[in-house]
């Protein structure tokens, strides 16, 4: 019988305040609370009118966000668009990203490949407005 992991996402650590960032919102990674090796899976809760405050890429894994509820702007390379909600961004791995929630705030997942040291490249600059 195949061996499978049923779990709440409110029953993951939420990790925003162990790294300063819990005024922007909750982040909850549950690729090790799943117990998966190759997948990894966040969700995002963007309090209104909060921004991540750096742009982030990998070095060999391509994500793919889903906006759930609420809206606001996502910055990929040097284009600013708005989502919404049921909005689907993919990002290559090279693409440097962040997102900001709109006056209603932002739910959304982020999933891709999991690589187990992978290079994260980040920008504490990279919102230029």
Known sequence: MPTYTKLNFSDVKDLAPDYGMAEIGESRFARGALGAERIGLSRYRVKPGARLPFG??????????????GSGRFRVGDDVFDVGADDIVYCPPDAMRAWEAGPDGMDMLAFGAHTEGEDTDMDREFWTD
């Open 56 to 69: 982030h890429r990998h070095g060999a894994s391509e994500e793919t966000y889903v906006v759930l509820s």
